[in-house]
């Protein structure tokens, strides 16, 4: 009975402070507004993506969010396009070779320059971040030369090997491994494993949040990447995704509708793995950036 | 099991040497804790046996082999961390079970002998769980657990304790001294902690600015300490320090008080007498060693600190916890002369 009446006068409490609670003042209703603009402003290239894919081609240029006569016909006939499936599935292994390749070296040269003291570890550091500062659209050309020269324009491999280490990947895995503790990796050497033993079976477990949002950075990446794939590919099967919906419509005219319809498919898979490892990323960005 | 000796051992990183010849024999079976304050070398002296930093210049032996280029793991040596080092990732089972993953024996024998480590640090019940779900003195018995599972020659042990609170350090100090009782096996045990040093040890290094300044048995170091640092390094409250010169057979000190010796010293030498706070009386034959004023009690109820100003000088002593001398007033006290310790005042180095 006492505990009834305790329980009831907790809860009246509770209520009470909720009746009595503050209304929001000018700041927070400021607040709000912004982050609700913000918002509105993320999602509406995304529902304009959308509604576009569901109109007919006449209806695209027309601003109006809602379609006047919506139609499924443009996923049928895209995903009725064999090259469809042919370029997602490029993407698909692109991506994931790739990330796998990522996950990979740029984890162990992190670990390398993280945990092992050698002459010049400062400066190769220094060399492989200062590369962060160089913007793609300067490395395409050199890229396009080397592969031309290895015979490497027009393969998967001429897409996939700029991207197979990366200098971001680098420094966010040698930052992670800087919070592992060397008292592990110095027991795990006097219990007598060797180097990389230590690597794969101590250190890599004790980073899984980074390496999940390592994948997904480099995943997103190069699931969407559209410069490097489209001038290093010529013939449509080695097209990915991004540059084989960019290859809808003709040349006198652009078939937005389709290239929306494709976009939203391909967006599919990308939502999804966000959706299921998102609080790996935000927790890779923060900590990058705190120990950065 | 094994012993471990050091010869002239060097450490240096870049061009400051930070052990400079370090001599000592470790018997096998023995419990040898290293002691000394911050950056004394003793962590960095362990670090070397274990084979984590490269010897500059003198040996290292294990069990009479020169160990000096081989791997941590070629040396038969297991280590506990303070940060315990145990993964978080895997079971207590599988971190117990974590150095017989290179041991080339059947999976049935390994599972045995995880279960009799288990047993024998009572956390058979626990082998499932994961570290998080562990308290501090648990994690402590897993990573002593996994570096017994191979059953070392040497157990070095990094500071173990220092993370736990004092109660549970204390209750692991016996632990591991029980411990060391049933496996018999060598330990090094470094500590800051003097009372850790002074409760475990079969013998006691006392290290400072990467010299040994004595090596002995905990009531040796403490009743025959080598030097002022070891004097006051050992025993809390500190050893009084009291600076005088020596005149004949005794020595006036430099509060004015006389103090008699039982062996001669030449004349005029500067010295400095030390005697611990336990040894001081209350003076009842007109020979007081030191007269001064309460300045401060710190009761601990069965006996309280009292702290008398004496010149310059502040003067520790113990006084009955019952009826301690009031606050203010004037005691005078004195001390036998056989717990009286003499030191040179240039070299600090015993006399007696």
Redesign the interface.
């Known amino acids: 009975m006492a505990v009834a009446e305790e329980i009831r006068a907790s809860s009246e409490t509770l209520l009470d402070r909720k009746a009595t609670r503050r209304p929001a003042n000018l700041g927070q209703i400021i607040r709000w507004t912004i982050l609700f603009l913000g918002g509105i402003l993320m999602v509406m290239p995304i529902a304009f993506m959308i509604s576009t894919s569901l109109k007919w081609p006449h209806e695209v240029y027309n601003l109006n969010l809602i379609p006047e006569e919506p139609t499924l016909d443009n996923y049928r006939y895209v995903l009725e396009d064999g090259r469809f499936y042919w370029w997602f599935l490029n993407s698909l292994i692109i991506a994931t070779i790739t990330t796998l390749s990522n996950v990979f070296f740029d984890s162990l040269i992190g670990y390398t320059l993280c945990k092992f003291r050698f002459p010049g570890r400062y400066i190769v550091f220094i060399a492989i971040l200062s590369t962060l500062m160089i913007p793609t659209e300067m490395l395409v050309i050199p890229w396009y030369l080397m592969s031309q020269q290895f015979g490497w324009l027009d393969t998967y491999w001429g897409i996939m090997f700029p991207g197979l280490m990366t200098a971001f990947g680098t420094f966010l895995m040698k930052q992670f491994f800087e919070t592992v ?1 060397d ?2 990796i ?8 060797n180097e990389f033993q230590i690597w794969w079976t ?1 250190a890599m ?2 980073v ?1 949040p980074a390496l999940a949002a390592l994948a997904i950075f480099v995943f997103l990446g190069n699931w969407t990447a559209f410069i490097w794939p489209l001038i290093v590919t010529n013939s449509t099967e080695h097209y990915t995704l991004p540059v084989g919906l960019s290859s809808f419509g003709d040349e006198a005219d652009v078939a937005w509708e389709l290239i929306m319809t494709g976009a939203a498919i391909s967006t599919l898979p990308t939502l999804i793995v966000f959706l299921i490892f998102q609080r790996f990323i935000i927790r890779g960005v923060v900590m990058a950036g705190l120990k950065g | 099991m094994a012993d471990v000796s050091l010869m002239k051992l060097v450490k240096a990183y870049d061009r400051t040497e930070v052990l400079h010849g370090i001599d000592l024999n470790i018997e096998d079976g023995e419990f040898v804790v290293f002691v000394g304050p911050s950056g004394c070398g003793k962590s960095t002296t362990l670090r070397l046996i274990a084979g984590l930093e490269e010897v500059t210049s003198g040996e290292i032996r294990i069990g009479g082999r020169v160990v000096n280029n081989l791997e941590p793991k070629e040396r038969d040596i297991a280590m506990v961390f303070q940060n315990y080092a145990i993964y978080p990732h895997m079971s207590v089972r599988k971190n117990i079970g974590f150095g017989l993953r290179t041991a080339k024996m059947p999976k049935s024998d390994k599972d045995k002998r995880i279960e009799e480590v288990a047993e024998i640090l009572d956390m058979s019940a626990l082998l499932d769980r994961k570290p998080s779900q562990l308290s501090g003195g648990q994690r402590q018995r897993v990573a002593i657990g996994r570096a017994m599972v191979r059953d070392p020659a040497v157990f070095l042990f990094d500071e173990p304790l220092s993370n736990l609170d004092a109660q549970l350090r204390t209750q692991m100090r016996l632990e591991i001294k029980k411990l060391h009782q049933r496996v018999g096996n060598t330990i090094i045990f470094v500590t800051h902690d003097q009372v850790e040093a002074m409760t475990m040890a079969d013998r006691i290094v006392i290290m400072k600015d990467g010299y040994i300044q004595q090596v002995g048995t905990p009531a040796e170091v403490y009743h025959k300490p080598a030097n002022t640092f070891v004097a006051q390094f050992i025993g809390a409250p500190s050893m009084n320090m009291l600076p005088g010169a020596v005149n004949g057979g005794s020595v006036r000190l430099d509060t004015g008080a006389e103090v008699a010796l039982g062996h001669r010293l030449e004349s005029g030498r500067r010295v400095v007498l030390g005697v611990r706070p336990e040894d001081l009386a209350p003076d009842i034959d007109g020979a007081a060693l030191v007269e001064g004023q309460v300045m401060v009690r710190e009761p601990l109820g069965h006996e309280t600190l009292i702290y008398v100003g004496a010149g310059d000088a502040e003067i520790i002593a113990k006084a009955d916890g019952r009826l301690p001398p009031e606050l203010g007033e004037t005691v005078s006290l004195t001390a036998d002369p056989a717990n009286i310790h003499v030191f040179d005042a240039a070299s600090g180095e015993a006399l007696t």
Not at chain 1, 186 to 193: H, K, P, Q, Y
């Open positions: 503790p008292d592990f110095e027991a795990a050497r006097i219990d007598g494993l101590v477990p004790l899984r």
